[in-house]
């Protein structure tokens, strides 16, 4: 519909993932256009790869702005957990990428490695179990898949 034009301030590879989001997981069109902006906003300052961010919200919540953390109240892409110790205090895309963003990042100075951070991301302090590997693979496996187009 000619909304995402390089005069309009938007190359084809940011069309392109907004489309491509708003398509498959079957969004809104400028949902997915703010998504696409504030992962990439929110990852230029904590310097995770817009690639991680992706594939996280793809397993937590299928790009669905309106998922529902384990509070029942916090709507948010990322499923930011209230036993993380953190809590959202805004229903938004971009309090949602900070507050996750924060977590990620603790876990990650704690442990060293990203797959143990995001281990920790889904299970919190217990990650010996094998759901919380799988979900690291799976986010991994994910990130793979996004990494080509971001």
């Known amino acids: 519909k000619g909304l995402y034009t ?3 301030g938007y190359d084809k590879q940011i069309a392109y993932q ?11 069109i400028e949902i997915a ?3 696409v902006k504030e992962i990439s906003d929110v990852s230029s300052v904590t310097k995770i790869a817009p690639s991680l961010y992706y594939a996280i919200i793809h397993k937590e919540s299928s790009f669905n702005v309106n998922a529902i953390n384990d509070s029942g109240r916090a709507k948010c892409l990322m499923q930011v957990h209230t036993s993380s110790g953190y809590n959202l205090l805004e229903n938004s895309i971009s309090h ?7 977590i990620l ?3 990650y100075a704690k442990s060293g490695s990203i797959d143990a951070a995001l281990s920790h991301y889904f299970c919190g302090s ?3 179990n094998n759901a919380c590997k799988a979900y690291s693979k799976k986010v991994r496996y994910l990130q793979v898949q996004y990494k080509g187009w971001i």
Do not use: G, H
Not at 96 to 102: E, K, V
């Open 6 to 8: 390089p005069e309009q």
């Open 18 to 28: 907004v489309q491509y989001i708003s398509k498959k997981f079957k969004i809104n």
């Open 33 to 35: 256009q703010e998504i």
């Open 96 to 102: 949602c990428l900070i507050t996750a963003s924060r």
């Open 105 to 107: 990042l603790d876990y």
């Open 126 to 128: 217990k990650i010996e």
